[in-house]
């Protein structure tokens, strides 16, 4: 019993160490370096990665409930696991927004992985299971068969796009980088959940993730943006 207790205790003192590490990711922003967010940085509306990761996460609670037969499919408790912990490693080392990416600044995912590394020390027998998941998530999405995986990184996705159609300024003039950055992850992403959907014959998730990605586009292009979806297969 003795040493029963002493075990849960040190388990414990590690899980609040690496609490105290991961709240780093309160003050860790994102969007840094995007144009559109110049005007919302400057008013105090920045998004950090933990506000990002409970959008995520808030996001998967409320799609859930529209889509019923998209959340019969999965695990949804390994989604929200997945989803909470998908940018552990950017409270480390920061994110890198997509739009400064295209223009050529590298994101070395090998640091956030290493990031995920140092941070699961404190939880050995979680550390496993935390670099599994970053593996599949930042994995080439053609090659993604796992629905909570592919699920998660299109949740992701809609958030990043929602926020940005929220709070960015003069999207309409960004166009042409924003429809580089939607040919990279929304249309794979959206193409690839459907496409594994079918193969598995789930017609009425089909439709489900169609209409979503539909009203998704509509909010794009409302916005002024000119958004080429010849390759969206919706």
Same mark, same amino acid.
């Given at each position: 019993?003795?040493?029963? !207790?002493?075990?849960?205790?040190?388990?414990?003192?590690?899980?609040?160490?690496?609490?105290?590490?991961?709240?780093?990711?309160?003050? !860790?922003n994102?969007? !840094?370096?995007?144009?559109?967010?110049?005007?919302?940085? #400057?008013?105090?509306?920045? &998004?950090?990665?933990?506000?990002?990761?409970?959008?995520?996460? @808030?996001?998967?609670?409320?799609?859930?409930?529209?889509?019923? =037969?998209? %959340?019969?499919?999965?695990?949804?408790? &390994?989604?929200?696991?997945?989803?909470?912990?998908?940018?552990?490693?950017? /409270?480390?080392?920061?994110?890198?927004?997509?739009?400064?990416?295209?223009?050529?600044?590298?994101d %070395?995912?090998?640091? &956030?992985?290493? *990031?995920?590394?140092?941070?699961?020390? =404190?939880?050995?027998?979680?550390?496993?299971?935390?670099?599994?998941?970053?593996? #599949?998530f @930042?994995?080439?999405?053609k /090659?993604?068969?796992?629905?909570?995986?592919?699920?998660?990184?299109?949740?992701?996705?809609?958030? *990043?796009?929602?926020?940005?159609? /929220?709070?960015?300024?003069?999207?309409?003039?960004?166009?042409?980088?924003?429809?580089?950055?939607?040919?990279?992850?929304?249309?794979?992403?959206?193409?690839?959940?459907? =496409?594994?959907?079918?193969?598995?014959? #789930?017609k009425?998730?089909?439709? #489900?993730?169609?209409?979503?990605?539909? =009203?998704?586009?509509?909010?794009?292009?409302?916005?002024?943006?000119?958004?080429? /979806?010849?390759?969206?297969?919706?």
């Amino acid at each position: 019993m003795k040493m029963a !207790q002493e075990k849960i205790e040190k388990s414990i003192k590690r899980m609040y160490k690496l609490l105290s590490q991961t709240y780093r990711g309160n003050w !860790q922003n994102r969007w !840094q370096g995007a144009p559109y967010f110049n005007q919302a940085v #400057e008013e105090g509306k920045v &998004e950090s990665i933990v506000g990002h990761t409970w959008a995520t996460m @808030e996001f998967w609670f409320l799609l859930r409930r529209i889509c019923p =037969q998209l %959340d019969s499919l999965v695990n949804s408790i &390994e989604v929200y696991e997945i989803l909470l912990n998908h940018d552990l490693g950017e /409270t480390e080392k920061g994110d890198v927004p997509l739009y400064q990416k295209i223009k050529g600044v590298v994101d %070395d995912k090998m640091v &956030e992985r290493q *990031g995920i590394e140092k941070l699961s020390e =404190q939880l050995p027998r979680i550390k496993k299971e935390l670099l599994r998941w970053f593996d #599949e998530f @930042e994995g080439e999405v053609k /090659t993604i068969n796992k629905l909570e995986i592919l699920l998660a990184r299109w949740i992701n996705n809609l958030h *990043g796009n929602h926020f940005a159609l /929220t709070f960015g300024k003069r999207l309409a003039h960004f166009s042409k980088e924003i429809n580089s950055i939607l040919q990279i992850r929304f249309v794979p992403y959206t193409n690839r959940l459907i =496409q594994v959907l079918k193969q598995r014959g #789930e017609k009425e998730a089909v439709e #489900e993730v169609k209409q979503i990605a539909k =009203q998704h586009v509509k909010l794009i292009k409302a916005a002024g943006i000119n958004f080429d /979806t010849s390759r969206l297969k919706i």
